[in-house]
Protein backbone atom coordinates (compact mmCIF):
# COMPACT_ATOMS: atom_id res chain seq x y z
CA UNK A 1 0.00 0.00 0.00
CA UNK A 2 1.19 3.38 -0.79
CA UNK A 3 0.48 6.40 0.95
CA UNK A 4 0.76 10.47 0.07
CA UNK A 5 3.86 10.89 2.11
CA UNK A 6 7.23 11.89 2.16
CA UNK A 7 9.69 10.72 4.60
CA UNK A 8 12.97 13.11 5.25
CA UNK A 9 16.18 11.51 6.59
CA UNK A 10 18.94 13.54 7.63
CA UNK A 11 22.50 12.04 6.62
CA UNK A 12 26.07 13.38 7.78
CA UNK A 13 28.42 10.38 7.12
CA UNK A 14 25.74 7.77 7.26
CA UNK A 15 26.75 5.07 5.26
CA UNK A 16 27.03 2.42 8.46
CA UNK A 17 23.03 3.30 9.06
CA UNK A 18 21.62 4.05 5.47
CA UNK A 19 21.35 0.32 4.13
CA UNK A 20 19.43 -0.50 7.22
CA UNK A 21 17.29 2.56 6.86
CA UNK A 22 15.98 1.96 3.20
CA UNK A 23 15.61 -1.63 3.99
CA UNK A 24 13.07 -0.74 6.74
CA UNK A 25 11.07 1.88 4.80
CA UNK A 26 11.04 -0.63 1.59
CA UNK A 27 9.48 -3.21 4.24
CA UNK A 28 6.75 -1.39 5.65
CA UNK A 29 3.39 -2.02 4.97
CA UNK A 30 2.41 1.30 3.95
CA UNK A 31 5.31 2.85 1.75
CA UNK A 32 5.97 6.53 1.00
CA UNK A 33 5.70 8.60 -2.28
CA UNK A 34 9.05 10.09 -1.79
CA UNK A 35 11.78 9.33 0.44
CA UNK A 36 14.50 12.74 0.72
CA UNK A 37 17.37 12.78 1.98
CA UNK A 38 18.97 15.63 3.04
CA UNK A 39 22.65 15.13 3.12
CA UNK A 40 24.97 17.28 5.62
CA UNK A 41 28.13 17.60 3.27
CA UNK A 42 29.12 13.74 3.96
CA UNK A 43 32.78 12.65 3.62
CA UNK A 44 32.16 9.23 3.43
CA UNK A 45 30.53 6.72 0.73
CA UNK A 46 26.76 7.98 1.44
CA UNK A 47 26.05 10.11 -1.44
CA UNK A 48 27.42 7.70 -4.08
CA UNK A 49 25.61 4.77 -2.54
CA UNK A 50 22.57 6.67 -2.50
CA UNK A 51 22.73 7.82 -6.24
CA UNK A 52 23.28 3.99 -6.84
CA UNK A 53 20.10 2.83 -5.55
CA UNK A 54 17.99 1.56 -7.72
CA UNK A 55 14.39 1.81 -5.77
CA UNK A 56 10.84 1.31 -7.62
CA UNK A 57 9.05 1.29 -4.66
CA UNK A 58 9.63 5.14 -3.90
CA UNK A 59 11.22 7.86 -5.13
CA UNK A 60 14.90 8.95 -3.39
CA UNK A 61 15.11 12.25 -3.70
CA UNK A 62 18.73 13.42 -2.56
CA UNK A 63 19.23 17.08 -1.46
CA UNK A 64 22.98 18.12 -0.48
CA UNK A 65 23.72 20.97 1.66
CA UNK A 66 26.19 22.17 3.85
CA UNK A 67 24.80 23.41 6.92
CA UNK A 68 25.58 22.21 10.32
CA UNK A 69 23.08 20.34 12.54
CA UNK A 70 20.89 17.25 12.08
CA UNK A 71 17.46 20.25 13.11
CA UNK A 72 18.76 22.37 10.74
CA UNK A 73 18.83 20.09 8.20
CA UNK A 74 15.49 18.99 9.09
CA UNK A 75 13.89 22.53 8.75
CA UNK A 76 16.09 22.70 5.70
CA UNK A 77 14.09 19.69 4.62
CA UNK A 78 10.78 20.59 5.42
CA UNK A 79 11.03 23.99 3.18
CA UNK A 80 11.36 22.26 0.10
Do not use: C, W
Not at 21 to 27: K, M, N
Not at 53 to 63: A, P, S, Y
Amino acid sequence: MKADLTVLIPNYNGMPYLKDAILSIRRSSILPKIVKIIDNGSKDASLDYLKSLNVEEFFIQIESLNIKGTGRALNEGLKH
